[in-house]
């Protein structure tokens, strides 16, 4: 399996098109994933907001007022009112705003980057990410394509690449009903390739102002396998979020 970014991409600007960008740069084969960073896809989307448009309410101000408590900064509540509404569920209140997406993501600050913003003061998380991947998708010459984000992880140092949407593929690769080396039935294992085609891209998109936004991975095979798009977990079977609901965070 290769793994390559999409070379001299120029600064995506609102109303881009991303497929033509990428097919411009790369002879692309139909099984071909092309992995694309949701910082570039929500630059075409023109995701791009000012603080301004997110007048703070009262919700906003308690929550800012909170993180000051917890963290000794100043916080802007219009930024906390850009939280709320790109969440759909908000599982932590301090000492960060832990977010659940309106598409299903869990990750801080619903996803609001404010580095590499030009024209405003934040970018947002594209609206429908598997949608976006979507569009790009009927615009390639590859078949599969994975927006992706990076994030940190419970239980362990430094962030990753994971996929917040998806075409053509899959999010998972389910192994339940087939056996092991010692004819064992698996019962449980279910893999998020989706998530490991994003962070193999991550691996050579790199980060910061060297980061490249588009990466190709050729010669993943998905295999003879069921499949299923199941990549965030309910909230009636997610143990973790329901005890999160009934944890208060407390300075010491």
């Known amino acids: 399996m290769d793994v390559f970014p999409v070379p001299d991409l120029p600064e995506i600007r609102p109303g881009d098109s991303l497929a033509a960008l ?45 993180l000051e408590r917890a963290t000794g900064e100043e916080k802007d509540p219009r930024f906390a ?27 801080v600050n619903a996803g609001i980057d404010r580095s590499n913003v ?3 003061d934040l970018l947002l998380l594209p609206e429908a990410p598997t ?34 949407g998806w075409a053509g593929i899959p999010a998972a690769r389910d192994w339940r009903g087939e056996r092991d080396r010692e004819g064992r039935e698996l019962g449980v294992t279910v893999q998020a390739v989706v998530d490991e085609l994003a962070a193999a891209a991550n691996l050579v998109a790199g980060e910061g102002a060297g980061g490249t936004p588009a990466v190709v991975v050729r010669g ?3 295999g003879d396998h069921a499949g299923s798009d199941a990549l965030f977990r309910d909230v009636e079977g997610d143990f973790v979020r329901q005890a999160l609901h009934e944890w208060s965070f407390e300075a010491e």
């Open 220 to 222: 993943f095979e998905f």
């Open 81 to 107: 009112q850009a939280v709320l509404a790109e969440s759909a569920d908000l599982l932590m209140e301090a000492p960060f705003l832990l977010t659940e997406t309106n598409f299903g993501h869990v990750t």
């Open 131 to 164: 949608e976006s991947a979507a569009r790009i998708e009927t615009g390639l010459d590859a078949d599969r394509v994975v927006v992706t984000d990076t994030c940190g992880r419970p239980f362990r140092h430094g962030q990753r690449g994971v996929a917040i």
């Open 22 to 66: 990428i097919d411009e740069r790369v002879d692309l084969r139909p099984d071909d994933v092309v992995c694309v960073a949701s910082t570039v896809v929500s630059k075409a989307e023109d995701r791009i907001a000012d603080l301004d448009a997110f007048p703070a309410g009262p919700r906003a101000h308690d929550l800012a007022a909170g």
């Open 118 to 120: 030009r024209g405003g």
